[in-house]
């Protein structure tokens, strides 16, 4: 038992022979211990790429291996989620050094009783109901499980663009609370926030480590990261604090299906380096509304030509307009080359904020956002959009084929 005494005290040595070897600060040792031993309620707030996910993953291997007594059920945003953590804690189970571990304990190598995407157990399991390790999605209903719970990332970018989702997540919180109260459950809260009114609101106050708390990340990174995003994004995902966004233009709109088979067009902001981001947008007037879907590329464009073309041709979009102010048209010609999709080239004159603050925000009251199929972060920066967003692309895109297709044209489009 000194084995693992040795390890539970620190377990980072245990985790670097999992592979995981980015685990190397102080507050990684604590985090893992905290997901071992889950024995009280508490909220962990972390900055992104701080490895919180990684450290559950090593926190609840080890709680399998030494809590043979336990319940857990792990609680995710998403089923796919559930499945990427519950397939890593089973890998690391089943390596030499977790065998070795199980050895030193039980004078044997446990087998697996449940080895699935949802849920872990082995024949050392010593309690009478449920299973070691379940997974769920935050959809699923807890009602009749039991276990002490973790919930890791059930807070994500859909709730900073969709007060309708925040409400959902907080709802569905509120029915774990209740039955854990029930069944005296212990919730250990794990995430980042991304909106003053998400569901950390009805969560215990949190412990909080900003990216300036941790050292995980180089300054030279933050800077670069910081860079990519509206400043109010940086602020949530980075500080772990909520500012203002100023003055924005756009609200948050309606979402809903893009209509199969509409009339659509396109159009492409192109990026060629830098902080830049390519952004797609594609458009379809149905009755009264716009449905839009839209799409943030991060790199050249040259990456993206069969990504785009894919878009395209899905949506069945009846042309493309492409500003060629950088290119010359060169993205014109290349494009051309893999589609017969008319394109359209266009000099781009306008100032972009009183293209975006007139023709963009013209009709936002009439656009309907297909989520599900568009990059959260594309719906994050038109929303964050001021006169003093340091990105634009996606609010540019928009207005740009706002003002091609649904409003009298101010500039020149030649094929």
Not at 249 to 257: M, R
Not at 348 to 370: H, P
Not at 384 to 390: Q, R
């Amino acid at each position: 038992m000194i084995l693992l005494d040795q390890i539970i005290d620190n377990p980072i040595p245990y985790a670097h022979s999992l592979g995981l070897t980015k685990l190397n600060e102080e507050i990684h040792k604590e985090w893992i211990r905290r997901a071992f031993f889950m024995d009280k309620h508490e909220t962990t707030q972390a900055h992104r790429g701080s490895y919180k996910s990684t450290c559950v993953r090593v926190g609840l291997g080890l709680r399998i291996i030494a809590k043979p007594f336990t319940n857990t059920i792990l609680l995710r945003k998403t089923d796919p989620d559930v499945k990427d953590i519950i397939t890593a804690i089973s890998k690391d189970l089943k390596t030499e050094v977790a065998k070795g571990l199980m050895y030193e304990i039980y004078k044997k190598v446990p087998k697996f009783v449940a080895d699935s995407y949802s849920e872990i157990e082995l024949d050392t399991y010593c309690g009478v109901m449920g299973r070691q390790l379940l997974g769920l999605g935050l959809n699923t209903s807890i009602t009749g499980k039991h276990g002490s719970v973790l919930t890791d990332d059930i807070i994500t970018l859909k709730d900073r663009i969709s007060g309708a989702e925040r409400e959902r997540t907080k709802s569905q919180y509120q029915e774990l609370v209740n039955v854990a109260s029930e069944n005296n459950m212990y919730i250990q809260n794990w995430g980042t926030p991304w909106h003053k009114d998400d569901a950390f609101t009805i969560m215990p106050a949190p412990e909080i480590k900003t990216v300036y708390d941790t050292g995980i990340i180089s300054q030279e990174e933050i800077d670069t990261r910081k860079s990519m995003m509206t400043p109010s994004l940086f602020a949530a995902n980075y500080e772990l604090k909520h500012i203002a966004d100023g003055d924005v233009l756009f609200p948050e709109p309606k979402y809903g299906a893009f209509p199969v088979g509409a009339k659509a067009f396109a159009q492409i902001d192109a990026a060629y380096g830098g902080s830049d981001r390519t952004a797609l947008t594609i458009m379809a007037e149905s009755g009264d509304s716009l449905h839009v879907v839209g799409k943030l590329l991060t790199g050249h464009i040259d990456q993206y030509y069969n990504l785009i073309v894919s878009m395209l041709e899905r949506y069945q979009v009846q042309g493309c307009a492409l500003e060629n102010n950088a290119d010359k048209g060169f993205l014109k010609k290349e494009l051309t080359k893999i589609t017969d999709i008319p394109l359209v080239g266009y000099h781009e004159k306008m100032n972009k904020y009183y293209k975006i603050s007139t023709y963009g925000k013209s009709v936002w009251n009439r656009v309907v956002l297909d989520m599900e199929n568009s990059d959260y972060e594309y719906i994050s920066e038109i929303m964050d959009f001021n006169e003093n967003a340091s990105h634009d692309d996606a609010p540019d895109s928009f207005a740009s084929l706002v003002r091609w297709k649904y409003k009298k044209k101010k500039v020149q489009y030649y094929t």
